[in-house]
């Protein structure tokens, strides 16, 4: 389904244009080939504030595959992609102190690059993993950003830990690539699986200890600060409740407490509160929201128990869960997960 969400309409940064044309030129063709098409340049896309609209994106990564004559390029632009080409964001997580602290930024800040991506990282399973869900729905584009982002996650967490032997399971929610299969064998320690129910990185939890080699803790807070600043400029543009519910969502925790994330907005709870209620809604209704959503992602992943989705979520049992379930949708937890469409 060809759809566009508003944070769709947001766009991609310029920059990703560029590592585009980095993977195209192999072939031989140069910017004027890849851009002149959709009125773009090299200068243009470098930009720190210019973003390719969804449907240009699209109509670009089409060109270049025509261009090319690959079925895919996903495999090509995360392997060339480098931790820096994401910014202040990059930054930050390549001088973090560890691949946890690594995955707690890009929880928080992915939003300030790719405003239509969502990262769900897990390690209460027996292996650690990261769930991307992306709005993105036009065809070849969301394919191809799957592909280079789990590719690209692959490349640099092996450039940023020094560790080249990295092992883990890959699941795709569509089909392989014709092709592919060439690539898969450059990965001897990682299992491929396409048409899978969900995007899901799953690895040893060994690996979250694994140690950044170029960790440096000041040079990484500045980063953070400038990233927080970027965040602080979105949030002038966006309303608390939106706030809230990032915080929320991108969280460790889905359960975070009214004071936590007061104070991570640098405010009293009680001002939380009395300004989430000019805005008609309150912190307990937010919260309800994130978690109902973050219910049924999970509840749509058949490897996950009751009982594990019930403290994921903050729960002390699965009575108490399934009665908020009831209360959300009207509809048990086993009920829903037995047809989700009802």
């Not at 007061?262 to 978690?291: C, N, P, W």
Request: net charge negative; proline share 4%.
């Amino acid at each position: 389904m060809n759809t566009i969400s508003s944070r769709q309409d947001q766009g991609i940064p310029g920059v990703y244009g560029l590592l585009l044309l980095d993977v195209v030129s192999r072939w031989g063709y140069n910017a004027d080939t890849l851009f002149a098409p959709f009125q773009l340049n090299s200068e243009k896309l470098a930009e720190p504030d210019f973003r390719i609209s969804t449907s240009v994106a699209n109509a670009l990564i089409q060109h270049a595959l025509a261009l090319t004559g690959e079925s895919t390029l996903g495999y090509h632009l995360g392997t060339q992609m480098r931790i820096s080409i994401h910014g202040f964001i990059g930054y930050a997580i390549m001088t973090a102190n560890d691949i946890t602290d690594a995955l707690v930024l890009a929880n928080r800040f992915v939003q300030l690059r790719l405003p239509f991506l969502q990262i769900y990282f897990s390690t209460f399973a027996e292996k650690a993993t990261l769930q991307l869900r992306s709005d993105v729905s036009i065809e070849p584009l969301r394919s191809e950003i799957c592909i280079a982002l789990t590719i690209g996650i692959i490349s640099m967490a092996k450039a940023m830990t020094g560790v080249t032997d990295l092992g883990g399971e890959i699941d795709f929610d569509f089909p392989q690539p014709e092709g592919f299969e060439r690539y898969i064998t450059k990965f001897p320690n990682h299992q491929f699986r396409f048409d899978q129910p969900h995007l899901l990185i799953s690895f040893d939890k060994k690996y979250l200890a694994l140690k950044m080699v170029n960790a440096d803790p000041i040079a990484s807070q500045i980063a953070i600060n400038q990233c927080e600043a970027e965040l602080s400029a979105l949030g002038e543009r966006r309303r608390l409740s939106m706030a809230v519910r990032d915080i929320l969502t991108h969280s460790e925790q889905h359960y975070l407490s009214i004071e936590n994330v007061a104070y991570r907005l640098h405010m009293s709870d009680r001002t939380l509160k009395r300004q989430l209620a000019t805005e008609g809604t309150s912190f307990s209704t937010i919260v309800d929201e994130v978690r109902y959503r973050h219910a049924t992602s999970l509840l749509s992943r058949t490897d996950y128990t009751l009982e594990q989705i019930a403290d994921e979520l903050g729960y002390s049992d699965v009575a108490n869960f399934s009665r908020a379930f009831k209360r959300w949708s009207g509809r048990s937890p086993s009920n829903w997960r037995k047809d989700p469409y009802l």
